[in-house]
């Protein structure tokens, strides 16, 4: 039996989605709740491995297990062998064609920027943070050039292990609430550090850097050495992971707010 997981996470105190040998990934901490609850070892794959800080809205994941449990048994009884910073939202039956990762035909993020002198204290490690004037209007234009499809090399990690720095980016808004910085980017795929990335870059427009015409240079080099730094993964958010409507997985607007409060973008 195939079931299927929605669940969503603050990252901080985690070294990311994927296990390690340290036992100190968000991975370990589910599988053991999970098998808690199977009573069997559970092994899970994921629509998208967070790095180390980073926290999800909606994450996605799949596992298969030889016992029946009610569904309610994977929400409400595997919350209660997993800590405060991690939730499952809800679960489902699916069939066994189904993969969180291969199924997925669209990834979002959201990358909350806290834009003001001072740093955060309230919201420590749930936003980045830069302390300059941003022009809003600037990295919107400079965002347009990367809608399509691109060689995203510029973007991408030097660790990054995809076969391809091909990716389609479908959607990249950027809007301002107070003093708070929204991006909010859609992809079929995102390169390893490629948001993180992308943010730096914006940053730097956004301070009078650069033109916004830079983000078409940068495109066009194919190198991440001209880029900006990696930005911080505190303000990094997995906001949605987008199916075929045939596997019958809520969106992330249809799900219950719960800890992601204010900060939640339908």
């Known amino acids: 039996m195939r079931i299927v997981l929605v669940l969503e996470y603050d990252g901080s105190r985690y070294c990311g989605w994927q296990s390690q040998l340290e036992s100190c990934a968000i991975q370990d901490v589910v599988e053991s709740a999970l098998s808690a609850i199977a009573q069997e070892d559970v092994r899970v794959i994921t629509a998208g491995r967070t790095d180390a800080g980073v ?112 990716r389609t980016m479908t959607h990249l808004n950027i809007t301002r609430q107070g003093n708070l910085v929204i991006f909010d980017l859609r992809a079929n795929s995102f390169l390893h550090h490629m948001v993180r990335n992308i943010i730096g870059c914006l940053v730097y427009i956004g301070k009078g850097k650069y033109s916004s015409d830079w983000i078409d240079d940068l495109l066009k080099h194919r190198n991440r050495m001209f880029a900006a730094p990696t930005f911080s993964a505190s303000g990094l958010y997995l906001a949605g992971v987008k199916y075929d409507p045939s596997w019958v997985i809520p969106e992330f607007s249809e799900l219950p707010i719960i800890s992601s409060g204010a900060f939640r973008q339908n």
């Not at 834009?115 to 300059?132: E, I, S, T």
């Open 55 to 166: 926290h999800a809205f909606y994450q996605v994941i799949h596992f298969d297990t030889l016992v029946h449990r009610p569904v309610n048994a994977w929400v409400r009884g595997v919350n209660a062998f997993l800590p405060d910073d991690i939730s499952i939202l809800w679960a489902g039956e699916i069939s066994d064609n189904f993969h969180a990762r291969y199924s997925a035909i669209e990834r979002r993020y959201l990358y909350l920027l806290l834009n003001q002198p001072v740093r955060p204290g309230l919201h420590h490690n749930k936003v980045g943070w830069f302390h300059q004037p941003l022009e809003l209007e600037k990295m919107q234009a400079a965002g347009r050039f990367l809608i399509g499809e691109h060689d995203f090399s510029s973007f991408r990690a030097a660790e990054c292990q995809a076969n391809s720095p091909v």
